[in-house]
């Protein structure tokens, strides 16, 4: 059995730094908000405020995570707190959930009992929002967030926000040329479909991880036939198991294979191949040269879906 890691790390220090920034940036326009509110009387933007906070505390868990997340492995921990940066995006996902259909039974309610809506105030204040949520959301949006679920998490977050300041002020502009209050709610409540979208696949890709489940772009059956297929040597693969954690790949299997002349050359080919066509730098490989007998050997055999693989 032979066993195979990179040393690259996930660049958790650019992702701290991007939520630290982005954590900033939404406190103190939460700030800006709550005294903008109680200067205007504006319950409306209390509210909002309200829902900055939720956003504030998103991202703040979303950075303890990271940090939790640059401590070493350990005898217990061996591959360290990793795994704590997904169960962030497990917590941000359900939070947006709950928040999200919060708006939505507020809007049914202000649909019901139409609130009094000061155009000015709310355009000034939807505006300066846009432009904070826009600053957030390109700082925690580009680099590695797109890997990262812990920092996608934060985004969605923030992207919620964006979402709601653009409807804000489409609001307050029909609000102010029409005094038409209902167009409030209503877009509200687009909004919130949109947000709930993305956070339900947020949700079932950090269940998908902490349930041990295979990244969702990976065939197994296809990379068993793809290993065949470009390494002679390898007659079968069984026992392959692939999970993710935080950033990071990990992948056991078994190879029956043809007793190599150079057992060592052989083992380096195939940690090359899945490095090299799927990005699973993590591998252990237990190299066999009879064919799996036992209840187990079946295991991977069964249809794999639509998935699809990456050359």
């Known amino acids: 059995m032979a066993h195979s890691h990179s040393h690259s790390h996930p660049p958790a220090d650019e992702n701290g730094r991007r939520l630290l920034l982005a954590f900033g940036v939404t406190t103190l326009f939460m700030i800006i908000e709550v005294v903008g509110g109680l200067v205007s009387g504006s319950l409306a933007l209390l509210a909002d405020a309200g829902h900055m906070l939720t956003d504030s505390a998103a991202l703040l868990f979303a950075l303890l995570a990271v940090g939790f997340a640059r401590k070493p492995p350990s005898g217990r921990h061996t591959f360290g707190w990793l795994r704590l940066t997904t169960l962030a995006a497990f917590v941000n996902a359900i939070a947006l959930v709950v928040i999200t259909l919060l708006i939505v039974w507020e809007a049914y309610q202000r649909f019901r009992h139409p609130q009094p809506v000061a155009g000015v105030t709310m355009m000034a204040i939807a505006f300066a929002g846009l432009v904070a949520n826009l600053l957030a959301f390109w700082i925690l949006h580009r680099g590695s967030s797109e890997k990262n679920l812990n920092v996608r998490a934060a985004a969605l977050h923030v992207l919620g926000d964006l979402l709601g300041s653009v409807g804000a002020i489409v609001a307050a502009v029909v609000i102010l040329w029409t005094g038409w209050t209902p ?20 949700l079932r890709e950090s269940v998908n991880e902490l349930l041990e489940g295979a990244p969702v772009s990976l065939d197994i059956n296809a990379l068993k036939r793809h290993l065949r297929r470009d390494i002679p040597e390898v007659r079968d693969a069984h026992h392959v198991h692939v999970w993710t954690i935080g950033e990071k790949t990990v992948m056991t299997l078994h190879v029956q294979v043809v007793p190599p002349h150079d057992h060592d050359a052989l083992l380096t080919r195939i940690q090359h191949f899945l490095a090299h066509h799927y990005e699973i730098e993590h591998v252990t490989v237990q190299m066999e040269y009879q064919p799996c007998s036992g209840p187990d050997c079946e295991l991977n055999s069964l249809p794999s879906g639509h998935a699809h693989h990456h050359h």
């Open 183 to 202: 167009a409030d709610p209503i877009l509200s409540v687009l909004v919130s479909c949109l947000v709930l979208r993305s956070a339900w696949q947020l």
